[in-house]
């Protein structure tokens, strides 16, 4: 009984797509009927789709119902749909209006999930203030601001929360000379002046210290990006990378999870680690001294003293992250 259903709810889909092409471009009531039949019978095949759409991003069904109607009524006016290309009995309508659906419906969920919706006005607004702005050689914000924005409104709207970068002579040079307006006969403004020079070559340091640094992280996660896929899971499980919290997880963990022996899992660690040494050119652990063998006496070394000392620090290019390389 519902697959006599469908084969006809198919047919006169078929039809009525075969109807729609022949109506002619005046007569619109005709053309409007027949595409209020096609959106009852396309209908429960769009409900389906906005359950999930709205499971996964929990809006309203009958609002991506609507939305997805719309962009499938639209598309067929713009370009119309050819039937007869499922073959005799079917009909390839459903799936190419489910398809239109989906796509209308996640666009229309992620703007009503987004916090922020910028009105027609105001996206005008901006359009208007950037081509004064250029024009003028000035920041969008203040145009904005002349059109009777608040401050906030009008950096959100402009610049946003990026400014413009300046460079250290600018900086110092801004400094300089209001240091010097306000300050011009008084040493104290000078000392001010010399210690906020200090400040900012002392952020200059850090920050190149932070670019070194993040440059070293790049290199160490491509260098994981590029191991096999399952010695690259067990490295970043070992390391605390994408586990809650930052902990590591124990050979005993990662067996259960991968589905392994823990000697795969010690294997697959140490191979993975073996390689990243290799890339990045980290030295391993020095290997451990061999076991006397049974019966043979304990001597005591003469350079066993020199185990004590402190070893080298590490270079510029072995990362705080690496330390766990060293484990095996």
């Not at 519902?2 to 889909?13: G, I, N, Q, T």
């Not at 050119?281 to 003469?302: D, Q, T």
């Not at 185990?307 to 270079?315: K, L, N, S, T, Y």
Request: hydrophobic share 45%; net charge positive.
């Amino acid at each position: 009984m519902a697959r006599d259903a469908k084969l006809s709810a198919a047919l006169e889909m078929e039809a009525l797509l075969y109807r729609l092409l022949e109506v002619p471009s005046g007569r619109l009531e005709e053309a409007r009927r027949v595409e209020s039949r096609l959106a009852v019978l396309v209908r429960p095949h769009l409900v389906r789709v906005a359950r999930q759409v709205a499971r996964a991003w929990r809006v309203p069904v009958e609002d991506l119902v609507q939305e997805a109607l719309l962009a499938v009524l639209k598309r067929q006016r713009a370009h119309p749909f050819r039937p007869g290309a499922a073959g005799e009995g079917r009909s390839a309508y459903p799936a190419w209006a489910m398809q239109l659906g989906r796509q209308a419906m996640q666009a229309a969920a992620l703007t009503w999930a987004s916090p922020v919706h910028l009105t027609d006005h105001a996206r005008k607004a901006v359009r208007r203030a950037k081509r004064t702005a250029a024009a003028e050689g000035v920041e969008v914000s203040s145009v904005l601001r002349r059109q009777g924005l608040d401050a906030e409104t009008a950096r959100a709207l402009g610049e946003g929360s990026v400014a413009k970068p300046l460079s250290l002579e600018e900086v110092l040079s801004s400094r300089d000379a209001g240091a010097e307006g306000r300050d011009a006969s008084s040493d104290r403004g000078h000392r001010g002046l010399a210690a906020r020079t200090e400040v900012l070559l002392s952020l200059v340091d850090s920050t190149a210290e932070r670019m070194a640094l993040v440059a070293q992280r790049e290199r160490v996660l491509w260098a994981l990006y590029r191991l096999p896929r399952l010695e690259r899971q067990v490295v970043q499980a070992c390391m605390g990378l994408g586990r809650p919290e930052g902990q590591e997880a124990t050979e005993r963990t990662l067996a259960v999870e991968l589905r392994l022996t823990q000697a795969q899992v010690r294997s697959l660690r140490d191979a993975g680690l073996a390689r990243l040494r290799a890339e990045l050119g980290v030295e391993g652990p020095a290997p451990a001294a061999a076991a006397p063998a049974r019966g043979e006496l304990r001597r005591p070394r003469a350079a066993a003293a020199r185990r004590g000392r402190q070893a080298p620090r590490q270079g510029p290019g072995q990362m705080p992250l690496l330390a766990l390389a060293g484990r095996a």
